[in-house]
T-cell receptor, first 118, second 113 residues
């Protein structure tokens, strides 16, 4: 099976612009989660999508949004970019479950998109 | 408030066994203990996970005491390629389904000849 793919791998933007990142999960996986990784804050959970619905959300401002398509591919958008948004953005997919407390679903990470805001 | 605490760094030599201990005093009933490995400019890679007692796979062992307030990742006979950051994290099972991963600061393991 092909792994999780993310595009683009590298991106340079300027303050105030917006950006859209894309993630293609492993075939058959229905859950996609997004994380932000910075040297100062480490890996932080942004949000998770399952069956085109945002199921869980971390503590990020509304400038960070996402969506998931019927084929489970997901996009993440950041509007009005700030210098502090420079980070490695990671996407992870898992089989997911449709409801109820679940046993652990291993999350498979993509290589990430390195975003630099100037 | 960090949910896990682990050493910032560790050094070892090839062929040695490495044990990385993680504290998670406030672990919840539906939390699973999970370890990931990350190389520079790559996404984290799953190593092992467990709920209680001992778990072993082809690359590592995970020891969890009865109170589950800590866990130890054991890497047998490390090699240079095991140099990476190792994250201990709790995977919270959510009522609506799925898991939320909370990453700590990680342990930078450096393996030398």
């Amino acid at each position: 099976k092909a792994g999780v793919t993310q595009t683009p791998r590298y991106l340079i933007k300027t303050r105030g612009q917006q950006v859209t990142l894309s993630c293609s999960p492993i075939s058959g996986h229905r859950s996609v989660s997004w994380y932000q990784q910075t040297p100062g804050q480490g890996l932080q959970f942004l949000f998770e999508y399952f069956s085109e619905t945002q199921r869980n959300k971390g503590n990020f401002p509304g400038r960070f949004s996402g969506r998931q398509f019927s084929n489970s591919r997901s996009e993440m958008n950041v509007s009005t970019l700030e210098l502090g948004d420079s980070a490695l953005y990671l996407c992870a997919s898992s089989p997911g479950t449709s409801g109820g407390l679940s046993s652990y679903n291993e999350q498979f990470f993509g290589p990430g998109t390195r975003l630099t805001v100037l | 408030l960090a949910k896990t605490t682990q050493p910032i760094s560790m050094d070892s030599y090839e062929g040695q066994e490495v044990n990385i201990t993680c504290s998670h005093n406030n672990i919840a009933t539906n939390d699973y203990i999970t370890w990931y490995q990350q190389f520079p400019s790559q996404g984290p890679r799953f190593i092992i996970q467990g709920y209680k007692t001992k778990v072993t796979n082809e690359v590592a062992s995970l020891f969890i005491p009865a109170d589950r307030k800590s866990s130890t990742l054991s890497l047998p006979r490390v090699s240079l390629s095991d140099t990476a950051v190792y994250y201990c994290l709790l995977s919270e099972g959510l009522t609506g389904g799925g898991n939320k991963l909370t990453f700590g600061t990680g342990t930078q393991l450096k393996v030398e000849l």
